[in-house]
Each structure stands twice: as C-alpha cells, then as structure tokens.
C-alpha cells in the first residue's frame, strides 16, 4: 500500500467516525405532555447515595421530587430540601467503543497524522449541582452531566416546583 493510499484510507476513517460520532451524540427532545420532563442520558458524576458514580439515566423533576433513575438504581431528592442549583459547561472526551477504536486509529496513524483523531472526539455538556440538605439538616452535593442546553431548563423546573436557587451568574 503506497503512501498515498495510506492517507486517504485515514481521511475516509476521519470522516467515517466523524459522521458516526455526530449522529451518535444528537438525541432527540423527548418532552412529553406530562408535568415532567425527562432529560435522556444524563450522567450522575457523583452525590447521591443510592447510585453508582458516573451512572447513565434519566432526571426528572415531578410533585416535589427531583429523581434520577437508571436500570440498576434511583434516588430522589425532595425539592423542598434544595437550598441552591448551579449550572456551567465542560468539554470532556467521550469513552466507550468510539472512543477506543478512535485512540487506537491514532496511536496506528504514521507520521503523527492520527494525533487531529482525539479532538473529533470531544464533546460540551452542562454541568447541574444541586446542593441540599437531608432531614438531619446535614448538608450533600449532587452533580449531573447532562446534553448541552438541557441544564438551564432543568434549573427553572426545579425553581418552578419550590427549590432555593441563587441568581444565575452573568
């Protein structure tokens, strides 16, 4: 194989994991009818007692509860005991498969070619922490990655259903 074809073979790779990629993480809007909203593929870094870190589910906000659950767990938290919600955005990598054959594409390339691959490869999501306060008054943190554009519309759920919030950061 000469290095012509060498080259064009990682370009097609390129563009296959790109497009693979793109239409792997654009998830349609599920709002339904109801009073909640469940936003798909949420990711719980880390805060509630009940579920394993960086666990994969859904987060709703209903009667008074805000509730993530997957396959395996659940926990909820009362809306009332939130004293504050802060959202942000954060560029992370994405694992899994993709992110495998995408790694080893790279570290195959010749001629340090495959080092543009990783970048393909990095995503923005919003950031969700709920601070809160159990009946003993003891207070927790919960943080949730969710899609980008979902964190804002989570936060004015739970402010609509009674939760304490701080005055968005400009």
Known sequence: ????????????????????????QTSPSSDSGSTAVANPNVRHIIGLNAVKRNATGKL?????VLEFKNVKAGD??????????????ETTQSGGRAGQAVKAAAIAAPYGSGSALPILMRTKVDILTVSYHDPEGAHHGAIFALPIGRAERMREQLIQAGAHASPPEK
């Open 60 to 64: 709703t906000v209903q009667d008074g």
């Open 1 to 24: 194989m000469g290095g012509k074809d060498l080259m064009k073979l990682i370009a097609m790779l390129i563009v296959v994991l790109s497009v693979a990629l793109a239409s792997a």
């Open 76 to 89: 909820k938290v009362p809306v009332a005991s939130i004293d504050d919600v802060f959202i942000g955005t």
